[in-house]
């Protein structure tokens, strides 16, 4: 079955408004011939500009994070029905830096996962191991684990607006990279979970992205591997010239 790709650019905590806005009228021109789906996740203040600046584009906009509640005394969180209102198509979930620097649980990445598919968001759920359970050699178990949480509750119908991003945390800003062997092995690893918990028809449309240094030197073998649909892009996703060539990987 042939899936289309989602490339999504992580911006993480980079770019104002402005800046947002000019980098996504000069990305316009690198998706023009591209069958892709191209993603930029900005941060929230961003999020206005970068939807104005992508209107009647190819581009699609989301936020790097949400809270799992309509409303609340919650200070500085941004709700799933202030993303939609303000324009924002799909929405990060469960990062590895939400884990580890603001204690994200495989709990509250279900409990925004559900929240998500409700509203109409695309959740880009992630997932990935730490080099320490790498050598263990727990990530198969540990990574099938984290998938069957955050897609607990989620319908076989919801399935079709879930991307799972597979990162391995010791590859995320270190400039390692999984082997694409490696990389496409745990994405085949991913789509079994969907099998085994869905259907073959789910699993074989699920989009399964691999995120962690991906750039313009590695991407087309990335890419290429049977279970890799795309990719969560970091750093360089924040350099116009770079994340043209990784849009542009089949060229």
């Known amino acids: 079955m042939s899936r289309k790709k989602v490339i999504a650019g992580n911006w993480k905590m980079n770019k104002t408004p402005k800046e947002a806005?000019?980098?996504?009228?000069?990305?316009?021109?690198?998706?023009?011939?591209v069958k892709d789906i191209v993603v930029c996740a900005v941060p929230y203040v961003a999020v206005d500009s970068a939807v104005k600046a992508s209107r009647r584009t190819r581009i699609k906009i989301a936020a790097q994070n949400m809270h799992a509640l309509e409303n609340g005394a919650y200070t500085g969180e941004v709700s799933a029905e202030m993303l939609v209102d303000a324009g924002v198509s799909y929405v990060i979930i469960g990062h590895s830096?939400?884990?580890?620097?603001y204690n994200e649980t495989d709990e509250t990445v279900n409990q925004k996962v559900l929240k998500a598919l409700s509203v109409g968001l695309k959740p880009i759920v992630c997932v990935g191991e730490s080099l320490e359970q790498r050598e263990m050699g727990v990530t198969e178990d540990f990574v099938s684990y984290q998938v069957k949480y955050a897609l607990k509750g989620v319908s076989e119908e919801d399935m079709k607006n879930v991307i799972i991003a597979y990162e391995p945390i010791w590859?995320?800003?270190?400039?390692?990279?999984?082997?694409?062997?490696?990389?496409?092995?745990?994405?085949?690893?991913?789509r079994r979970v969907v099998l085994n918990l869905y259907s073959r028809r789910t699993a074989n449309r699920v989009i399964i992205q691999y995120g962690g240094s991906v750039n313009s030197k590695n991407v087309k073998e990335l890419f290429s591997m049977s279970d890799i649909d795309g990719g969560l892009v970091g750093g360089a996703s924040l350099k116009i010239d770079e994340f043209d060539k990784i849009i542009n990987y089949n060229l």
């Open 97 to 101: 830096e939400r884990r580890q620097y």
């Open 171 to 190: 590859a995320i800003g270190t400039g390692k990279t999984a082997t694409s062997e490696q990389a496409n092995e745990i994405c085949a690893l991913i």
């Open 21 to 33: 806005s000019a980098f996504i009228k000069e990305l316009v021109a690198s998706v023009k011939d």
